[in-house]
């Protein structure tokens, strides 16, 4: 797969990506994948046993390199390289658990010499050990194009296993679907996270930065502490945001794969440890409300 364009968070980009989904004949699979863009980089390889020791369970490594421009949000780049050991199986039909071991290194770098203070305070390398486990319960009736039927899924987050980062986060997501009339499909979907440190305060990197895609109309981490002396995001502990969406036909084709939407985003991030006299820090709920057209086609 190849793919360009041009995004408002992460500006010009180009994807690539080359997928065998039965290596060797033994029905694993195996993937690797890139993205270059002005404001994000990285590139994923990634392989999976879908069968793991001839049991109805999905083992896959997964390796990673990450590179992150956030100079126009925070003053500072990152480079992140890690990997992951992950499996998961169903519980039900409808219900699954995955488990996944995570170890990276980041590396916050270029900090400018007029950023933040506390931005400052965590410049240089930092080491993640992750144990996380996810539930999942989904009921719809399309993963790509749902009409019909929920989806909730509960992650929990464990950091302190080595490494020099030690935290404790949960984020829950959930999501509505339902058909008025032929066509018209209005949805409803949140989420909600917090993250506690263990003994030592939240990382810069591992905090929520809320703006962009995941609430609509806002800069790329437009919500959010910031400090009032130099503008830069500072992310924060807790966060939610929600959607209310209406899809409709435009009366095309429907080879066309055209559909409208309007839509209202809501959502806000804070809490903040240290935190200063000079940071701003209201958790106040931001509203947008939006119109759109999206083509999806096979």
Do not use: C
């Not at 949805?187 to 939240?202: N, P």
């Amino acid at each position: 797969s190849l793919g360009v364009g041009f995004s408002s968070g992460n500006g010009a980009l180009v994807d690539f990506g080359i997928n065998e989904r039965n290596l060797l004949g033994q029905g694993q699979d195996l993937s690797l994948k890139g993205r270059i863009a002005t404001r994000q980089s990285q590139i994923n390889l990634s392989f999976t046993e879908p069968y793991f020791l001839d049991r109805d369970v999905a083992a896959g490594i997964d390796v990673f390199h990450i590179r992150e421009d956030m100079q126009d949000d925070s003053s500072f780049d990152s480079e992140t390289t890690g990997g992951a050991l992950r499996g998961g199986y169903p519980i039900t039909e409808r219900l699954r658990q995955n488990w996944k071991y995570m170890a990276k290194n980041t590396k916050v770098t270029d900090v400018a010499a007029g950023a933040s203070q506390l931005i400052k305070d965590v410049g240089g390398d930092s080491s993640l050990s992750q144990v996380s486990l996810t539930t999942s319960y989904d009921s719809r009736d399309s993963v790509i194009t749902p009409t019909e039927g929920y989806h909730v899924r509960v992650e929990n987050d464990f950091a302190g296993l080595g490494g020099d980062k030690r935290h404790f986060r949960n984020t829950v997501t959930a999501a509505k679907y339902f058909t008025l009339v032929d066509g018209w499909i209005l949805s409803f979907d949140g989420k909600a996270g917090y993250i506690a440190g263990i003994g030592k305060d939240v990382h810069l990197t591992e905090r929520y930065f809320m703006g962009g895609e995941d609430l609509r109309g806002f800069a790329t981490s437009g919500v959010g502490p910031r400090d009032n002396l130099t503008d830069d995001a500072l992310g924060g502990e807790w966060m939610y945001a929600g959607s209310t969406e209406l899809t409709f036909p435009l009366g095309l084709p429907v080879e066309f794969a055209l559909a409208g939407k309007i839509f209202s985003d809501f959502g806000s991030t804070g809490q903040l440890e240290p935190s200063r006299t000079f940071v701003n820090d209201t958790g106040s709920i931001r509203v947008t409300v939006g119109a759109g057209v999206t083509w999806m086609s096979p």
